[in-house]
């Protein structure tokens, strides 16, 4: 998705995929595996800068970029929050951020600690690296529920936040520190997976202030560069907590495609290159974007676009996989009921999964 | 162009190129000449439908690929019209289109003959293939103009019209018969070029009708499939005159690219698919696009998005040539002269040529 306002921009983008079928439909395409310093350097050694769509790079890998001389965007010192909880928590809390209660664990002695001082029945145990979409993340009623991981090293703990809604905040940040920020999105997870997006999100503006507030401090802070997706519980009293973090255009920033001035993979691509930022401005009162999960079944593709001129489709070209996300379904317009349910009945239609 | 919203809608896009450093950057690029019946046989084979984006594909090479059984959108019976203009005049006028006075003139006399009857001092000649953008047409004072012209052929001789303004009415149609137009866009000329766009078109709202109305009719009437462009002159009587067509995605229809909620080269894609056209609502109330020409300067492009942060650069990749249209830039907002003051600065800092 970032090969499109490359190709606007003029930009000379190379990507190193992992197998030459991928989604990466680009003339220059090079096929690698991103863990291997060797591979990695060779492709990089002659670009301008280097950025991700995921966060999965090891730093041994990134730093060997670094020590190239060639721009890491965002450097491995901040992609590390994204890519290990701890280290996520640890400079969060630092910097005052608003957080679940958390620690460190290593046996099952530190998880009754935690437990007794949090004072919940259920909290979320994490491994620090690797997880993604619900995965190394489970809910736990005691020690003896991640005796596995304990054996393979720390674990993460976090008091289960009762909220009453999640929500995303994207910001860009530029090297040379200009960031700007999209509204606040809401976003609905089904099975720990964001499933749908709603944008902007409704209820207290004081809320979305508050929201763009943290997303700035931590992208300045930690000094990412690109685009940073913050996501966050709110709580029944309204206060903000920091879920997770992602150095990278993010599933909760889809809808700007269509709905703001400036997509987050045109933002992305301008911070990377320490481009001016584009306007972040709404071209529509509402937006709604839910994912399409497995494959995209392309029969039946001109029967959604029939449902609605303004519809959305983007099929990301994957084959089917169970609970994938292949897709997704994005439409503009005045009121969220009525967009929802639109896009919700094309995905039912054109998902393979149908709907999450 | 049409690149990105094939990446987005999960089109396997194919693309026939002259040079592999075209500006195509696609994996599924091949190199072939599309003159050349047997590379554009090989080429077309295994597609479901075949496009394009110049009109000079013989009709002869058209019509293999038609004996292939692969649908060509649009058909040769169609694009002939794009590519001939005397076609193009016969059929237009046997369809009672709004017309300047016109002939097929072969000799000095049919040239006396023409201009005796059209009674004004300069006309216009047009070699009937192969012009564009200015080439293969001129304004002559008599047959010793063009003596070279009709030493190889008819040439086509019109009334120099004299207008207010040029418009052009871009619609989209599908082989099964849907259409829908974008608002009527002016665009000004400069060197016999396309210089600026300005969208949508002011004035009587009723010339807007008007001109959807002839671009719709010659659509249907000449089977049309994908996008089609129609440039108007608009008489001081506020009567439109058709002047020249395009069946192709077009340089007047650029802005709607940010400007409307679906591009002219998404909506191509789907019209030649003949899946649902999207919604040619606009997004903003004003749109200007102002070419660049030559080449893109680079180094300038940081300085140039840093004018507005709605403003968009389109580089089309291409190496320096002078006058070449080499890219645009777009920007939407609430009012035209603050919108083309800006889009005109942009350019005349970013262009090689500088501003037309």
Known sequence: MMIPPAIT??????????APDSSAQ???TQVGDYRDVDSVVAFARDLDVVTFDHEHV???VLDAVVALGVPVRPGPHALVAAQDKTVMRTKLSA??????????VSDA???GAFMARVGT?????KTPMGGYDGKGVRVIAGAEDISLWLEKGPVLLEEKVDFVAEVAQLVARRPSGD????????????NGVCAEVIAPAGGDPRLAEQALDIASRVAKELDVTGVLAVEMFVRASGELVINELAMRPHNSGHIFTELSHTSQFEQHLRAVLDLPLGSTALRAPHGVMVNIFGGVNASELAGVLGLDPHLKVHDYGKSYRPGRKAGHVSVVGDTVESLLAMAQGAVAQVAIDGLA
Chains 1, 2 share one sequence.
């Not at 921009?9 to 992992?18: N, W």
């Not at 910097?95 to 460190?104: E, F, G, Q």
């Not at 029945?121 to 145990?125: L, M, R, V």
């Open 58 to 60: 090891p730093q041994h």
């Open 9 to 18: 921009l003029g930009i000379d983008l190379r990507v190193l995929a992992e």
């Open 121 to 125: 029945p259920t909290i979320i145990a």
């Open 26 to 28: 680009m003339a220059h």
């Open 179 to 190: 960031s700007r920020g999209w509204p606040l999105v809401e976003t609905r997870q089904k």
């Open 109 to 111: 002695a530190e998880v």
């Open 95 to 104: 910097l005052s951020m608003p957080m679940p209660k958390w620690a460190v």
